[in-house]
């Protein structure tokens, strides 16, 4: 959080503090700030816990921007304050110190020792805390680690712990085909590993509204203007989801309807194109997506698609030879965005050529929305003109697709998804994608982020211990490549696939750039974290992973290592259920 310039500040202390506390207070007004007095005002005997919490509590709550604490040390305060969710509370001595615990720490409270320190070193210190402000950078990685340790508590995340989560109201003896399917897919998912990166567990709220009598609506149009009676309900259900995503985003305008990231990016298409006009993206074999072009989808056969790719040198996006490409066609509109691409996507290079060419930029953030409504990714919106998403990767929230654009495109856009590429929303799942963007709203969400990032690199310098190399070295996202080509030279992407499934190890094996293999074999694999994230793994569960597809891999036909492998993994699910049986 960065505030510039914050209005209200809370002050409090105990017996011992009260009076420098005052003296603060007076400081701060003087200084032109809002100060809210929570206490003590006088020298009876309190308990500082007390008054660390009321800090802390108003600054969580929003109350006041920052807090300000004095205790007789300034140390038993501030370990109260720091224990209330969202507050990072430093006790500070001097100017330096307190300037650090902003600009490093992102601290939103500081706590002085009024027994340690003169009351204008004090004054001098507060100034200094609020003159400074968070720096970023290598510190939002390290900073949302603070709070996932409070998230983690007992040393395991918690959970979003469901209740019913085959289905939410519907009774199985219904149908005791598909209750056995569901049964059966529930035991899938609770123990195997879950690595596919498009992956995620949604949480029973979500899953609840997806199974609510949203399903049996008819809502044609949009909110207030449907062509459908009885829309009361829909139509609040479907205006909360676009305000919550708009927030979350800071979008001009959002169409939460598409029914998933390929309606999606086909609405958009439809929206700014003729059929056979230049469009670019990337290529499916260097990560794009199979809507961005690809000749077997639609976006391939009704669009003149021009791709770009990677360097061969650090396997990253070419944005020279991007930019190249696009004075050379002249698209009409370009696609940024990617399905299995392990690094971060700069959308200011992708800004520039379209200035210069003057084509509409689109950014498909299927794959990211989640890391970047954490902090965790730059977020495209200030850039592109559109952004799409699916609402179920990173995101977290129900299967579908979400479109974000200026106002400039809005009719535009809100036409090509109704009528122009679809009938009647999924209301239910409009519902389940106001339920997930609230979800993604809270604090939590940010560092589930953050964890996403970190399991990843955990995971990969793991892989890279047993000897497998990843495209482009590594990863700064939620996912990484495995180039299987060096660890065993005649081990498919099929083959690897085949057998860390039996292991218990879901994922998808992935053509790697510049493939010899025919997409269908492959010779690397896919790994995301987003699903064993939620669940609450940390970078030592993501060693074992490693360990364990080292171990299958190097024996792909043992049956006794598969049998060996596949037990270990179900104890390690075990230990994390993604949801309450
Ligand atoms: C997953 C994905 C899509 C398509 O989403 P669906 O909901 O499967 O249609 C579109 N673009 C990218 C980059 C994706 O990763």
Known sequence: MKIDAPATIAVAADHAGWELKDRLAEHLRANGYEVIDLGTNGPESVDYPDFGEAVGSAVAAGTAALGVAVCGSGLGIAMAAGKVAGIRAATVYDETSARLARKHNDANVICLGARLIEPERASAAVDAFLGASFEGGRHVPRVHKIGAIAERGDGTARRIGPTHPRSTTWAPKNDPDIDAVLSAELERQMTTVQL???????????????????????????????????????????????????????????????????????????????????????????????????????????????????THSDERIDYEAMADLAREHRPKLIVAGATAYPRR????????????????????AAH???????????????????????????????????????????????????????????????????????????PEFAHYQARIVSNAAALADALGSHGFRLVSGGTDNHLLLIDLRTFDADLTGKVAQEALDAAGITLNRNSIPDDPRSPFVTSGLRMGTPSVTTQGMGPAEMAKIAEFTARVLRAPDDEDVIAQVRAEVAELCAAFPPYDR
């Open 196 to 310: 596919i990166a498009s992956e995620n567990f949604a949480s029973p709220a979500v899953m609840a509204a997806t199974g609510s009598v949203l399903t049996n609506k008819y809502s044609e149009g949009y909110p207030r203007r449907r062509y459908y009676g009885g829309n009361v309900n829909a139509d609040t259900s479907e205006q909360l989801a676009i305000d919550r995503v708009k927030a979350l985003f800071g979008a001009e305008h959002a169409n939460v309807q598409p029914h998933s990231g390929s309606q999606a990016n086909a609405a958009v298409y439809l929206a700014l194109l003729d059929t056979g006009d230049t469009v670019m993206g990337m290529s499916l074999d260097q990560g794009g997506h199979l809507t961005h072009g690809s000749p077997v989808n639609a976006s391939g056969r009704l669009y003149n698609f021009v791709s770009y790719g990677l």
């Open 345 to 364: 996507i700069d959308p200011v290079p992708f800004r520039e050529v379209c200035d210069e060419i003057g084509a509409v930029f689109m950014f498909d």
């Open 368 to 442: 990211i929305a989640g890391l970047i409504v954490g902090g965790v990714h730059i977020n495209p919106v200030p850039y592109a003109d559109i952004v799409t998403f699916t609402t179920h990767k990173t995101m977290r929230g129900p299967r579908g697709g979400t479109i974000l654009c200026t106002q400039e495109y809005a009719k535009r856009i809100d036409s090509a998804v109704f009528p122009g590429s679809q009938g009647g929303p999924l209301d239910h799942a409009v519902a389940a994608k106001a339920v997930g963007f609230a979800e993604a709203a809270r």
